[in-house]
């Protein structure tokens, strides 16, 4: 459905990009900076970049990003990405992405996906999910994140592996290699995370205590987000982790860790400008285990993935 706002005092000043991200959360800012530059978001009917001001009265209209604007904007099967399947039956499919495919499309038409790749093979989950772009998938991993994902092949499938996101039952485990070392050998990181005002990024802060009220808050737009680590090896200059999260929040281990002063080894967004980082040929994050219940026989379901070569090449340099 296509969406249309009106520009109220409060909202007048803000850049176009950041607004619009608050009132769709659901799509990231990178997303929205997309629509905007392919002209599928507009003000009065013009079409405006990301960083345009909004003005008392203005009339921001979203074109309806749920379904595809023409024929060619349809999800094209990519048989030619491949998928690593770990496991799949009648309900579910397991699969390994690698790092540097994105799991869906950004905007319509885009097909160098994970999505692309899935429906060539499993093409039944096509109108699978809340979202005609996102067919089957239930969560998410970084572009640059490689490891394990759950994608439902059925509308029941879809709802009870949803919920079971929603109630943080799913356990996921990461491989993660950080430069620096941890306050603790294990520990648990609970602050808030928020669109960065630096544009791109997102924003680990701490609530803070609102002086007027005597009450704590977060920082209005910010989500709870806590992230489980323990140490695996403590390296020369760096720590190999096991992190576990429970929340599910956009670049939620990146900037927990980023916001600690120990980033992700080889993250060009949140830790590109440390000086004696360790050289990685891509972000050092690997989901590299996933346990859920299966969503019809409710049993207990583990899958793991080995760390990727070039990342077990990293780590053996690191422990030279």
Do not use: C
Not at 254 to 263: D, E, I, N
């Amino acid at each position: 459905m296509k969406k249309t706002y009106q520009i109220t005092q409060e909202d007048a000043g803000q850049r176009l990009d950041t607004w619009l991200t608050a009132k769709l959360p659901e799509v990231s800012r990178s997303r929205i900076q997309k629509w905007i530059k392919a002209g599928l978001v507009t003000i009065n009917d013009e079409a405006v970049t990301p960083h345009e001001a909004l003005s008392l009265e203005d009339t921001v209209e979203v074109a309806d990003y749920d379904a595809p604007k023409t024929k060619e904007d349809a999800l094209l099967p990519r048989p030619d990405i491949g998928v690593d399947v770990v496991y799949e039956d009648d309900d579910i499919i397991v699969a390994n992405k690698p790092s540097g495919l994105i799991v869906h499309p950004a905007i319509p038409g885009e097909s160098n996906t994970l999505v692309n790749a899935l429906i060539a093979q499993f093409p039944e989950i096509v109108g699978i999910g809340d979202d005609s772009q996102r067919p089957g998938i239930v969560h998410r991993l970084d572009r640059e994140a490689s490891g394990l994902l759950v994608i439902a092949r059925t509308k029941a499938a879809f709802k009870n592996l949803k919920a079971q996101f929603q109630a943080h039952v799913v356990k996921k485990e990461y491989a993660v290699l950080i430069d620096g070392y941890p306050p603790a050998d294990s520990g648990t990181i609970k602050l808030p995370i928020g669109r960065s005002a630096s544009g791109g990024k997102m924003a680990a802060r701490p609530i803070k205590l609102n002086k007027r009220s005597g009450e704590l808050e977060m920082t209005p737009g910010d989500r709870t987000a806590i992230t489980h680590y323990r140490i695996e090896e403590k390296l020369p200059k760096v720590t190999f982790l096991t992190v576990r999260t429970e929340t599910g929040r956009t670049h939620q281990i990146r900037a927990h860790f980023h916001a600690l002063g120990v980033p992700v080894v080889g993250d060009p967004l949140y830790g590109a400008n440390r000086v004696g980082r360790m050289n990685s040929p891509r972000l050092f994050l690997h989901a590299k285990s996933l346990s859920f219940q299966h969503p019809v026989t409710d049993i207990e379901l583990s899958f793991s993935a080995p760390l990727p070569k070039e990342l077990d090449e990293v780590l053996k340099k690191a422990r030279k």
